[in-house]
């Protein structure tokens, strides 16, 4: 089992940059593909990025692409979501989690129900 703590949400001006962190619990860090989802009020929860085992593989939403990077530290147990050129849009809550699936493609890492373990969420708000 694994505990996901994020951090780095918080308010930010359109065109702006926030790091979020996901830091993990356990000494099996490595055994889980980490991914990135966010949710806004009255809405579903959407995927954002993910990163594999390794950090050899990833994968993102278009939505993102291009302006955020999803990269692992393993020394450290984190994954960490790095956001530029914010938008509006950008606003929701935002939570890591971990999977342990054996995926055939890195874009199967965007189906949330292979998702086992979910963090509490960081807020980000992106003024405009």
């Known amino acids: 089992q694994v505990q996901l703590v994020e951090s780095g949400g918080g308010l930010v001006q359109a065109g702006g940059s926030l790091r979020l962190s996901c830091a993990a619990s356990?000494?099996?860090?490595?055994?889980?593909?980490i991914g990135w989802f966010r949710q806004t009020p009255g809405k579903g929860r959407d995927f954002v990025a993910a990163?594999?085992?390794?950090?050899?593989?990833?994968y993102y939403a278009d939505s993102v692409k291009g302006r955020f990077t999803i990269s692992r530290d393993s020394a450290k147990n984190t994954v960490h979501l790095q956001m530029n050129s914010l938008k509006p849009e950008d606003t929701a809550v935002y939570y890591c989690?971990?999977?342990?699936?054996?995926?055939?493609?890195?874009?199967?890492?965007?189906?949330?129900?292979?998702?086992?373990?979910w963090g509490q969420g960081t807020q980000v708000t992106v003024s405009s």
């Open positions: 989690a971990a999977s342990i699936a054996i995926l055939a493609t890195a874009q199967a890492m965007g189906i949330m129900r292979i998702y086992d373990y």
């Open positions: 356990g000494r099996t860090f490595s055994s889980y593909i």
């Open positions: 990163i594999s085992r390794s950090g050899g593989s990833t």
